[in-house]
């Protein structure tokens, strides 16, 4: 009998053979975060040598520009003494290190500050300490880990890796999607338990036979409860992601691994599972929080408007050998055509408060 622990595709089998099939969230939530062999347990999924490159690691004005958005929403709040900066999925921290860069700069800042970080891989906590340990960071676990004062939260491509669970739409009514075994090999399935179509949102009422609906139950939980903090306590959320403006059918399920689009149920955690995000929802549970919401923008509008066409041009003449350079992250980062409009940015803040950045 061999001693070798199951490894986590042998883990789901296992589960599935043993309760029957599982829900799309169950199965993401296990390749994703299982405790031991989940894929943000594991290694560094960042750079060329990863599975993904995220907007800090293209350019440090992604981070700069970012640093200039919360100090002027900390002063447009006075200037508190202290105050929490809260980063969701912190990656390597280069967009804290970049954005402190900046924002340090403004007086008082540095001493009102009170950084937290929410994260998982042993690895990432590691090259975050080695970057931001002069900030004093702490990580945290918990929403509930924070202090009294405001708090700013920044959140770049973190929504999009939470569970979601799918939904399709069939003759009598919608039934949820299922991964289950076919001849020993993962698959997808429906439930055959029929939710009415009257306990679905309006806004897919009308779907055609087939449509499928997402629903990012945890995106949900977890706006709901930082919107309360901030609601109370006062503050912002600030999220920079793909998703789309409107609750909507459609399939965005999908699996990256070295940089190439793989099929989601192979290779369970060693595959980075991932789903546009739905910023209507996540709005209503912000707006239902008392927090109010600006109109979405896309990730190219919201840098322009910061000034990425200013920064740009400084950086390139303080270092003229690196222009080219420089232009092509600038343009990969808000180009139409690369991340300015897949990408937007999302803000939800305490009534009042003149976020910039937005219409």
């Not at 053979?17 to 390749?31: K, Q």
């Not at 919608?174 to 806004?203: D, K, Y």
């Not at 449509?211 to 609601?231: D, H, P, Q, T």
Request: overall charge negative; hydrophobic content about 45%; charged content about 20%.
């Amino acid at each position: 009998m061999s001693d070798t622990a199951p490894t986590l595709p042998e883990l789901i089998d296992m589960q599935i053979r043993a309760n029957g099939p599982m829900s799309v969230a169950t199965y993401m939530g296990l390749c994703l975060t299982h405790p031991t062999k989940g894929y943000y347990r594991g290694a560094d999924p960042l750079g060329a040598a990863g599975d993904f490159v995220t907007a800090p690691e293209i350019s440090q004005m992604f981070g700069e520009l970012i640093g200039f958005f919360f100090v002027n929403l900390w002063q447009q709040m006075g200037s508190p003494k202290a105050f929490t900066l809260l980063e969701l999925g912190p990656g390597r921290g280069t967009l804290m290190a970049d954005l402190l860069r900046v924002a340090c700069r403004a007086e008082g800042f540095r001493d009102a500050l009170d950084l937290r970080m929410f994260e998982t891989n042993p690895t990432l906590i590691a090259e975050q300490n080695a970057r931001l340990e002069p900030y004093g960071p702490h990580w945290i676990d918990s929403f509930e880990k924070v202090g009294d004062g405001p708090l700013l939260v920044v959140a770049n491509e973190f929504f999009d890796a939470l569970p979601i669970r799918q939904f399709v739409r069939m003759a009598g009514g919608w039934h949820e999607r299922m991964v289950g075994l076919s001849e020993g090999r993962r698959s997808f399935g429906l439930n055959p338990t029929p939710i009415p179509v009257s306990a679905m949102p309006e806004a897919v009422a009308d779907a055609e036979i087939n449509a499928v609906y997402e629903v990012g139950l945890a995106n949900g939980e977890v706006m709901k409860r930082l919107a309360a903090i901030a609601s109370t306590q006062g503050g912002a959320i600030l999220a920079v992601d793909y998703g789309y403006g409107r609750t909507q059918t459609g399939e965005t399920l999908q699996g990256v691994r070295r940089h190439a689009y793989t099929d989601v149920l192979d290779a369970p955690g060693e595959v980075d599972l991932s789903a546009h995000v739905d910023f209507e929802a996540l709005g209503n549970v912000a707006t239902a929080a008392g927090l109010a919401v600006q109109p979405l923008a896309t990730q190219g509008q919201f840098l322009t408007r910061l000034g990425i066409t200013e920064r740009s041009k400084a950086l390139s003449v303080a270092n003229p050998g690196s222009a080219d350079s420089i232009a092509a992250a600038k343009s990969r980062l808000t180009a139409p055509e690369q991340m300015g409009n897949l990408f937007k940015a999302f803000c939800a803040h305490s009534p009042g408060l003149q976020p910039m950045g937005f219409e």
